[in-house]
Every structure is written in structure tokens, then in C-alpha cells.
């Protein structure tokens, strides 16, 4: 069985806890659906617009993450406070993404992070004290394992030091913080070679790995991808996380950046039927931009009701009212009733 396998909601103070019940993982709204996702505020600016209403049934009523990019020492903790005291309130979890290490995605569309290593480390310091003591999941850097081919051994072994100490100083400000470390994705490192680049940032001291942020591998393969980075790995307390946001048609090709045709995939969930797989996350909000259609991280409409029109349909609702049966042809009860009257007649 996971070691994360759900929640209990304590409904008198708003808490919750990690429980061991399978049970609990099917929790409703054990995620937190926050009410001012930049999905949400799009909607509430633009409620007669013709895509509207895909992009709220289908993207705004879900549980994404909540990303923290900008490098701001001084006021991250407070930022950090403010969203999971929301989420606290609803008795729910919040999904927070750290996004702030220099030279992230290798001076690419998501450039920027803090300027060194050490002013860094300070910024953690204040993004772990914001999170309070009630549970939380922390996604660690997306594509700060993964991708490194832009940095020197000397700049690598800056960069694992930094991701360890994000760690140790989330677990230690917050112990019922999972935490979980850059996996990359299946069609990118070899299992082997991911879980060396885990351990050495310091994975046996988080809650395991996340694949696919930001990207549109299928779940099936992910999970196949994630079983092999474990295994590699040979740590039987960790597991991983899914980012099914955008996967539900799979890549195009090999285009990352803001790709057409695409679709939202599975919905968020914590109870993913397989114990090596605590949850299946939207970590990339579906229609905010990688790069191509917008600035990346800003909100595009069209990226969020392409993703959403594309999604398979949705279920048939159980209590959906029957259809009336077809009222009988007033013209074959006419006829019939003619030709009775004849043949009495005759």
C-alpha cells in the first residue's frame, strides 16, 4: 500500500491529516480548487464569451497547481501563507510548484529564477516557512533534474545541492509537506539515468517524483516510466505523481511548446487505483501558455477551449431524466379507425 493514500477531513476546525485508509484517497475535494486560478479570473472577466463554458466545466472547476516563479525573498512567504491559508479554510490540499532556481529551463521560454545559488537557498528558506503545519504538496522545480544540459559538472552539483537543501528545509518547517523531485518524462532521460539524477538531489529525503510536468506523454506510459525509475531507484517508501493536465490525446510529435489538437486528460485524483502512483495532478494549468501561444505561464482562451473541446466527452449524468417515449402517429389512428368503421358498416 502507498504511503500517501488519502486524507481525513476534519470538518469541525477545517484540518486535514494524512490517513493510511484506502478509503480516504476517494475523498471528494481532497485537492484544493483555487477560486482565483487565472482561469477563473478570465471567466469572471469574460462570461458571455462563446468559450466559456468548456473552459469553466472543464478547466476552472478543477484542481490545478498554484506556481511560484517570481524571485521575491521578502514577500514569497507571506504569498506561499496566503494560498494554502485558502486551502486550509476549505479542509483541502494545496498543490504549490517551486519554480525560482537559476537558470531554470536553461535560459529558455521559462527563463529567469533567482540570480545564484545562495539567494536561492534564502528564498526556500522563506517559501518553506509560509507553508504553516497542515498537509500540502510541494512539486520541486519542474525540469531542474531532467534537463541539464546547459550546466558544467561544477554547475550540476550546485544545482543537486540546492534541490537537496529545498527538501530537507520543506520537511523540516513542515513534516506533513510531500515533496516531490523532477522525473522528467518518459521519452526524455532513461530510467536509469533519472533515478541516478534523483539520488543525487537528494530524492531518498523527499516523497518521491513527478513526470510529465508541462508535458503531454500518455498516463500509460508515464506510469510504465515511473514503476522503472522506481525500481532503479530500489527505495520502496517512495512513489510518484502524474501531471495528466494535457495528455488526453498523447504529443505531437516531439513539440512541447503550446502544441494544436491537444486535450485535458485524466482529472486530478488522489486515488489512482495503483499503489506505486499517489495522485494523478494538473500541475500545468491547461491553458496557460508554454511559450508559443503567449508569454509562457500567461492564460490563453483559445489554448484552454481547444484542450477542453478536445477532451473525450463527458460522462452521461446517472440521474439524467429518461427521454418520453415518441408520441404515437395521429394519422395511423385515423386510419385504422376509417377502415373499422367501414368494415362494420359493410
Sequence with gaps: ?????????????????????????????????????????WLAANPDDSRAAAIRDRIANQPTGKWFTTYSPDSVASDVSGYVGQANGTGQVPLLVMYALPNRDCGGASAGGAPDIA????????FAKGLGSQPSMVIVEPDALALQNCLDDAKIAERDDAVTFAVK?????????????????????S??????????????????????????????????????????????????????????KGPLGDQWCDPAG????????????????????????PGEADGCQGAAGTFSPDVAFELANNAAPAPSQDNAAPAPAPAADPSSDDLISCLLRFLWDW
Design 169 to 189: 528545509t520543506i520537511k523540516s518547517a513542515n513534516p506533513q509537506a510531500k515533496v516531490y523531485l523532477d522525473g522528467g518524462h518518459s521519452q526524455w532521460n
Design 1 to 41: 500500500m502507498a504511503a500517501f493514500t488519502g486524507l481525513m477531513v476534519a470538518a469541525t476546525a477545517g484540518a486535514v491529516v494524512w490517513t493510511g485508509g484506502e478509503s480516504a484517497a476517494a475523498t471528494p475535494g481532497a485537492l484544493f480548487q483555487a477560486p482565483d486560478s487565472q482561469a477563473a479570473r
Design 262 to 285: 491537444r486535450a485535458i486528460g485524466e482529472a486530478p485524483t488522489l486515488d489512482t487505483g495503483d499503489p506505486a502512483v499517489e495522485a494523478y495532478l494538473w500541475i500545468k494549468p
Design 191 to 248: 530510467p536509469a539515468e533519472q533515478a541516478k539524477r534523483l539520488t543525487a538531489a537528494g530524492v531518498r529525503s523527499a516523497d518521491g517524483f513527478f513526470t510529465n510536468a508541462s508535458n503531454f506523454r500518455p498516463t500509460a506510459d508515464e506510469v510504465a516510466y515511473g514503476k522503472a525509475v522506481l525500481a532503479e531507484l530500489g527505495a520502496s517508501q517512495l512513489h510518484f505523481v502524474v501531471d495528466t493536465s494535457r495528455n488526453g
Design 119 to 126: 539567494g536561492y537557498k534564502t528564498w526556500v528558506q522563506a
